[in-house]
């Protein structure tokens, strides 16, 4: 738990297919309330994989309004500690890049690379059946933790997306989901690139007396 992290540079180097029937077996073994494993995974790769990084980055690149996602990550306005923490990473990544505050163009290709997978050869989609409660959303928490860490058990490296969210409507299109398939986010696997700056982003973690209550 403590070596992963989220990677933003990956190398072109396939992930065999036996690795991520592994991972996702395992990581299937996430608890869920009354054993409901609400999780459903796409896994892209080849021409698949490209065609929905174009069909996204094409949408991304014109600016069209209307990309919206379906339900709300992030608090309307962000708030303290919360404030702070997510400034902190985000500049701690675009110090490392050498991109300036006000350096736009920057910014926005940066972004822009979420939606390569950060060149991962293998993008990992995760949806769920959108009459699903807020508890299956907890489940999914677990479930995708669990990728995670069965993915870095395997020598492999992952980054959760949100930033797929505004573009549900395209992904949903290119992969055939369903009238009730909602999508919950994205995320990419494969080999770190150990060469990528960005890949030397370490995030601190609050100390336990800021989110622990001991009742004695």
Known sequence: MAGRHSVRAFLPREVPRVLVTEILAIAGRAP????????RVHVLTGTTRQRLVDAV?????????????????????FFEPYLARRRKI???????????KGDAARMNAQMRRNFEFFGAPTGLIFSIDRRMGQGSWLDYGMFLQSV???AR??????????SWLDYHRIIGETLGF??????????????ADPQAVE???????ADLDEFVVFHE
């Open 32 to 39: 869920s309330g009354t054993n409901l494993q609400p999780w």
């Open 57 to 77: 980055c094409a949408a991304y690149d014109s600016r069209e309004p209307g990309h919206r996602a379906e339900y709300d990550y992030y608090p309307d306005k």
């Open 90 to 100: 985000g500049w701690g990544l675009y110090g490392l890049l050498g991109i300036g």
């Open 148 to 150: 995670m860490l069965a």
């Open 153 to 162: 058990a395997r020598g492999l490296d992952t980054c959760p997306q949100v």
């Open 178 to 191: 369903g009238p009730q398939e909602q999508l919950v986010c994205g995320m990419a696997l494969g080999y």
């Open 199 to 205: 890949n030397s982003l370490c995030t601190e973690r």
